[in-house]
């Protein structure tokens, strides 16, 4: 298989490829060979269980953390592979390169990828896209100690488990066959800024558009479809484009990238990948101490039953309606709203958006962001010890005890109405400023340490009253994604995605949006 897929540009992808990922075991086994075969997961206890010819300790001083990475970066083909190199996958994945755009003519530039399909693409399982290459960038970025590229961050991008594909042409003049198109309805550019290079703006297609055809892949964690979300993502991108001629993205956006990052549509199809057990095999070669390592299975790449969205709803119950952000069935409510609602006023008065919060309501404006707009004191101490007297002014129970004053957010875009106002109630004490930036919490880093744990250290209610009375207090939370606000996926009974706010980072709905605390 490495053989196959590296009959060009050889050394310019495997010193990208394997400069991070290749393992050399010590010189204490001297054994040539195979050493270890087996099916069924690939990790230290399987691994174990089949080694012949060496032992753990002539192959790893830390066998944990080392078969983890021969499991995750070298045994499956690295979707780097593929294609030859991280530029060119990054510029594929954002519609150029020479698929798309060289003057060599498409069937030069698709060989590679074709031999990868006839040899290889049905019969191994195929990486998440991961390069060495970004591993110092997104450390520096402060986006984690990983190579995920922007389109495929799992990290921080990537919340709904969901991949998708547009393309507006193909290189057979033969349209889209009986693959399905749909209305493109709009794109907010600030979601793929690394693929436009425009920081924020946004763009709407009023009927006017090319034939488009859509097309995605849902896994969810710990499933078949996690494990072979790497083939998804190929048979619905590079295999698409190699065998069908399709290519070309809509302007502004990605080709290809997790849902988040593109642009509304009105549906999708939807691909899966149904396979038989992974067989992993490892060998050793003793002159130069690597080990390396090969998969082989049964693939087949298939349709499924329903489209993408109902996919993704039969498969996540809990979070069905998140979709439906980006997947909204029809182009011209989804505009009408989009347009009334979020970027031009219309005569009336929202019944839900716009409620004017004074201090003779009883609550003390903080920060905010788009119509209520209020940033915060630029000397973060100073910033931090206003908010915590706030919080600390002593509110009082119906029974006369003091409490933690209430926090509450308002936010007029949320785009869920469980979203619009939300009330925070601190239950245990609050962490020193030099242990805790309080307002950064909620503004730019929602994290779970120190001392912030739902049904611990706070609880959060979707009105005033339930959150005095300590009723409906909601179920779900989740923490720790840098840049991220208030309150990242939390929701009520389950994860509820893109109604986070952040003052450095776009992404999340709530543009416009204030905080509040309760005056005892």
Known sequence: LRLIISMSRQTATYALALSLFTHRASAACTFTGEIASFTDECNRANFEAALTGCTLADLFTDPDTEIADLCKYEAPVQFVEINGY?????????????????????????ARALRFDANAGSSTLIGWPEYAALVEYNSRKGLGDHGYPPNFDLENSCDLNTVMCCFIDDTQDAGFGADSTTDVCRHDLANSPRSNHIKSGWSIFPNLETSTHCVG????????????????????????????????SIPGAPLCACIEQMPIVEKADCRQVSAGQVKYTFSHDA?????????????????CANDLAITFKNNNPDQAEAID????????????????????LIPGKSATKYLD??????????????????PPNIDAE????????????????DDGTTRPCIIRRFCDSCNRDSHRDIYYKRLTDIPPHDELYLLDLFLNNWASAPANKLGVDFELYSTYEDAVSGT?????????NTNIGFPRD???????????????????????????VEKP
């Open 86 to 110: 991280y530029q060119l996958d990054r510029r594929y994945m954002n519609g150029g390169g020479p698929l798309i755009d060289s003057p060599e003519g498409f069937a030069i530039e698709s």
């Open 217 to 248: 892949y849902t896994w969810q964690d710990g499933t078949d479809s996690d494990l072979f979300k790497g083939n998804g993502l190929y048979d619905i991108s590079l295999r698409n484009t190699v065998n069908k001629g399709y290519y070309k």
């Open 287 to 303: 002159a130069t101490g690597q080990i390396s390592g090969i998969t082989s299975v049964n693939i087949q790449y298939e349709d």
């Open 325 to 344: 952000e980006h997947l909204v069935g029809n182009c011209d409510q989804d505009l009408f709203n989009y347009l009334n609602e979020e970027k031009f």
């Open 357 to 374: 919060i004074s201090e003779e309501d009883g609550w003390t404006f903080v920060a905010g962001e788009g119509i209520r707009f209020l």
């Open 382 to 397: 100073a910033a931090d010890a206003s908010f915590r007297s706030l919080v600390n002014a002593g509110c009082k129970n």
């Open 472 to 480: 409906n207090a909601w179920t779900y939370c989740n923490y720790d």
């Open 490 to 516: 939390c929701g009520p009974s389950g994860r509820a995605t893109g109604n986070w706010n952040s003052y450095v980072k776009n992404g999340g709905s709530a543009n416009h949006h204030g905080f509040y």
